[in-house]
């Protein structure tokens, strides 16, 4: 059974990078396919982006382009998301989640907050 | 990129209540459509997948039904433990979007 760890909460000013990790845990990260979906509060799903098995490569929302960096460590089976020029607009939860079934998400990490604040 | 609206976007319901909410897809996405179940402060949970297929281990009050652009999860008899937020997904074609989610309280 897959379960995914991620990383604890963040506080981070306006400008910043932030870094989540995602561990793998019952599975292999390289039989799966990450993907990275993110909450405001209060607000709706966002999906951001993940690796695209058909692609074979990672893609991300065009809204997140040249922003956002989604790794792998196969060694360790841990994900990362690494968003960069923070503003208080990315304060939200973000989650990564398995990619299945052609585009379903199952199942998801605990999330993890991540505020921007001056 | 396919915008999803979700009707109502909260609604008041009693235990035992038959609830059933509503999912709209600006084009056609066949049925290339989940439904999640989201409780306060946890991580969405998938209910059905391929607009109708039940996930493994979701109770059977739950159903998703539709194709094309309109869809619909219906709860057969609301329980204690469904009162959460509602999410639908389209994974037709990326970007993958969600929709705004329908908020199910305790009448």
């Known amino acids: 059974q897959v379960q995914l760890i991620q990383s604890g909460a963040e506080v981070k000013k306006p400008g910043a990078s932030v870094k989540v990790s995602c561990k793998v845990s019952g599975y292999t990260l390289t039989a799966l396919s990450m993907h990275w979906v993110r909450q405001a509060p209060g607000k709706g799903l966002e999906w951001m982006g993940g690796f695209d098995p058909e692609e074979g490569e990672t893609v991300s929302a065009q809204k997140f382009q040249g922003r956002v960096t989604m790794t792998e460590d196969l060694s360790t089976d841990t994900a990362y998301m690494e968003l960069r020029s923070l503003r208080s607009e990315d304060t939200a939860v973000y989650y990564c989640a398995t990619r299945v079934r052609g585009g379903v998400f199952d199942p998801w990490g605990q999330g993890t907050l991540v505020t921007v604040s001056s | 990129a396919i915008q999803l609206t979700q009707s109502p976007s909260s609604l008041s319901a009693s235990v035992g209540d038959r609830v059933t909410i509503t999912c709209r897809a600006s084009?056609?996405?066949?049925?290339?459509l989940a439904w999640y179940q989201q409780r306060p402060g946890k991580a969405p949970k998938l209910l059905i997948f391929d607009a109708s297929s039940l996930e493994s281990g979701v109770p059977s009050r739950f159903s998703g039904s539709g194709s094309g652009t309109d869809f619909a999860l219906t709860i057969s008899s609301l329980q204690p433990e469904d009162f959460a937020t509602y999410f639908c997904?389209?994974?037709?074609?990326?970007?993958?979007?969600f929709g705004p989610g329908t908020q199910v309280d305790i009448k």
């Open positions: 997904q389209q994974f037709y074609i990326k970007p993958f979007t």
């Open positions: 084009q056609g996405i066949s049925n290339a």
